[in-house]
């Protein structure tokens, strides 16, 4: 989505496919031209692609290049060419990464419908990040207008959340068109300095309070509040600095 690498469920990617895929091909055509493959060479470097990971196993982008070229297709070994053909058959749903860059086959059979998948999309969507608008679908989900499908999700009850601290580019900063509702707008700037940038910020009843790091060598978490931290908002921290680092099995402190 949005031309961002996402994680998401295995079990979630055909969806994913069925509605992306089509659009990263058609997007990614002038690219290839470019680069020196034609609308039928950059099909068939998919289709060889495939057999190639079936048959060797994973390969490296160019590892994979070489063999495309020793079959007719005029992949160049410099520049960007690999890694686009990479992507497009990545977008087809023929080919995924395994391990440190090498890519593998992928076998997923046939795709959802893409309707039902847009609709399921969007309702989900809706479920997940209410009170959201069509809008904020819209920017989260990088669809074109003529993509979008939109039913106005029903008003639920919001439930008191406890303090959670989140990573970098977390999802409830990124969900809705505006930040306003869970970033004070006076300290925006110092969870999303700009740049694409997104620090890991802490959050009690879904509203950031301040950003935070982790210093591995030190073993510790550095907390900068915006502003007063009571006495139950720090323990609800140390709570969930005890939780990372019984995750990452050593010990964490708490600075300030």
């Not at 160019?62 to 990479?86: F, K, S, T, Y």
């Not at 999309?121 to 003529?146: C, F, I, M, N």
Request: hydrophobic fraction near 40%; aromatic fraction near 6%; proline fraction near 7%.
């Amino acid at each position: 989505m949005r031309g961002t690498l996402h994680l998401l469920a295995a079990e979630d990617l055909p969806t994913v496919l069925a509605i992306y895929g089509p659009l990263h091909l058609a997007r990614g055509r002038r690219r290839l031209a470019q680069l020196g493959l034609s609308s039928d060479q950059a099909e068939r470097s998919t289709e060889l692609a495939a057999e190639i990971v079936r048959e060797e196993g994973p390969l490296t982008r160019h590892e994979l290049a070489a063999r495309l070229r020793e079959r007719g297709v005029p992949v160049a070994a410099e520049g960007q060419a690999p890694i686009h053909v990479v992507a497009r058959a990545a977008h087809a749903g023929v080919l995924i990464a395994v391990g440190e860059e090498r890519y593998g086959a992928l076998e997923l059979g046939p795709l959802p419908d893409r309707e039902e998948a847009l609709v399921n999309l969007a309702r989900r969507y809706a479920r997940s990040h209410a009170p959201a608008t069509q809008e904020d679908y819209a920017v989260w989900s990088g669809l074109p207008k003529a993509d979008l499908r939109w039913d106005e999700p029903e008003p639920g009850e919001a439930e008191a959340g406890g303090v959670t601290l989140l990573p970098a580019f977390d999802e409830w900063l990124l969900g809705w068109k505006s930040r306003d509702p869970i970033l004070p707008r006076e300290h925006a700037k110092r969870a999303a300095p700009g740049g694409g940038i997104i620090r890991p910020v802490a959050i009690a009843d879904g509203r950031a309070f301040a950003t935070w790091r982790l210093d591995r060598p030190k073993r510790r978490i550095e907390l900068e509040p915006f502003g007063r931290v009571s006495r139950q908002l720090r323990l609800g921290v140390e709570e969930e600095v005890a939780a990372i680092g019984d995750f990452l099995g050593v010990c964490l402190s708490l600075q300030p």
